[in-house]
């Protein structure tokens, strides 16, 4: 009897788990089921509409410290399929990746359109069947010892779906990649099954800042600053770019997602720290700006910046401070001399509240890792059902990480798929 896969969610792990299991069996039945109107859509608006396919990193010990959550988990499963794969199976289907300053990977086309029409192209090649606007509600356990039964049903052991529409489909083998759960009620159906979950929390968002001056500055970049959320040991560094409602850009995006649960815990109210010279520390700034008040006397403290920071964020800083523009470095007080330094090294400011970065929207949390084989994405607890992509309790910062994460585990569950349905 032909065997059947039914791939739940069509998005880009589920789609490489479908292709792939239907390549290295083309004898398998495969399926995948979404339940919105739409395919791939994170795959279409990544990286500004370009799909930032994966990144240029090509140690496993490097790659796994760019995801907060799962880095043991991906230590095993990247053994299997890591970044030289993903390049390497995108060349065989003629789309070439390239390499930007920041090691992020995009298509030769800057479009993400290239990469869905690939696998679009590859699916619709391997016979695969897609079903829409069909959202699954629950997966039964399919054990019929009947053998007049078991010819109907075309499977031993498998699992009957249940959609909100009132069809169902019984299925030999079934994997899950219906991307992130927001509450904790979307996981009631997985729960059924017997497996548990890490609460789901935001991750990848900006920090709010309200009704400080510092919005004013919006659009400038600091192109390398600390920031650290007091009270915790979580830091960055990196540029920061200040917006009109506070901060963003790779230091904030890092840190709100490897302190996402402690975030969520404090309710996304909360104040960090800012050292805006990283290379030093508050007595260097110190000694500076001593020898600054003899070297640059004469001159208005507000017409020359000493740290090759923006013009209007200097001007900021000495506000900030109290310290008249006009003034002239000779005559700049010790008490402000001080306040200077400080605001240099560790300006303090209340985040309150944050906004989502763009489309990539990514969740902490998902389906408890010690209940998936990593090598395999198949459940410890239920035999022949798997796992792919962002249901599981592994998620990546920005730079193509989350997609590199896609394509490996739809990759391993479609190799070990393929391999027991033969």
């Known amino acids: ?28 039945n495969v399926t995948i089921i979404e339940k919105t109107s739409k395919l791939l859509s994170k795959v279409r608006v990544s990286g500004g509409g ?33 970044t030289t794969d993903t390049i390497d199976w995108f060349e065989q289907r003629k789309i070439k990746l390239k390499t930007e300053d920041d090691g992020r990977m995009f298509p030769e086309s800057n479009s993400s359109e290239t990469i869905i029409n690939c696998l679009l192209q590859e699916a619709n090649n391997a016979g695969i069947k897609i079903l829409m606007n069909c959202e699954v509600i629950e997966v039964e356990k399919f054990e019929k010892e009947d053998e007049a039964e078991i010819e109907k049903n075309s499977l031993h052991n498998g699992f009957r779906l249940k959609c909100k529409n009132g069809d169902e489909f019984n299925t030999d083998f079934s994997c899950i990649a219906c991307g992130g759960y927001h509450k904790k009620e979307q996981f009631s159906w997985l ?14 968002f900006t920090f709010n800042i309200p009704h400080d001056p510092v919005v004013e500055l919006m659009g400038i970049t600091l192109k390398n600053v600390v920031v650290k959320i007091n009270g915790t ?41 800012v050292n805006w010279l990283p290379s030093l520390n508050e007595n260097l700034v110190l000694e500076k700006l001593k020898l600054l008040r003899n070297e640059l006397a004469s001159q208005k403290i507000s017409n020359r ?28 007080p010790a008490k402000l001399q001080n306040l200077l330094a400080i605001q240099l090294c560790s300006q303090q400011f209340h985040v309150k509240g944050k906004t989502t970065f763009k489309e990539e929207f990514v969740t902490a949390g ?30 990546g910062i920005t730079g193509g990480f989350n997609f590199q994460y896609a394509w490996t585990s739809g990759w391993l569950a479609a190799n070990e798929i393929a391999s027991l349905s033969k």
């Open 1 to 28: 009897m032909q065997k059947k896969l039914i791939v739940i969610g069509g998005g880009a792990a589920g789609f490489f788990c479908a292709i792939n299991a239907a390549i290295k069996n083309p004898e398998l």
């Open 233 to 273: 040991k979580h830091k960055q560094e990196g540029s920061l770019l200040i917006t009109h409602w506070g901060f963003s850009g790779p230091a904030i995006l890092r840190l709100s997602a490897f302190a996402a649960r402690a975030l969520s815990g404090l309710q996304y109210d909360f104040s960090i720290s």
């Open 50 to 82: 370009r799909c930032n396919v994966t990144h240029a990193c090509f140690s496993i010990a490097e790659m796994i410290k760019k995801y907060p959550r799962g880095e043991k988990f991906l230590k095993q499963s990247f053994h299997h399929f890591f």
């Open 191 to 204: 729960i059924k099954l017997g497996h548990t979950f890490e609460l789901p929390v935001p991750s990848l």
């Open 366 to 395: 998902g389906i408890k890792l010690n209940e998936v084989n990593a090598i395999t994405m198949e459940s410890k607890i239920i035999p022949q059902l798997f796992f792919a992509g962002e249901i599981l309790d592994v998620d």
């Open 305 to 332: 910046n000493p740290f090759d920071l923006p013009q209007r964020f200097w001007k900021y800083l000495l506000q900030s401070c109290g310290i008249n523009e006009e003034i002239r470095w000779a005559d700049l």
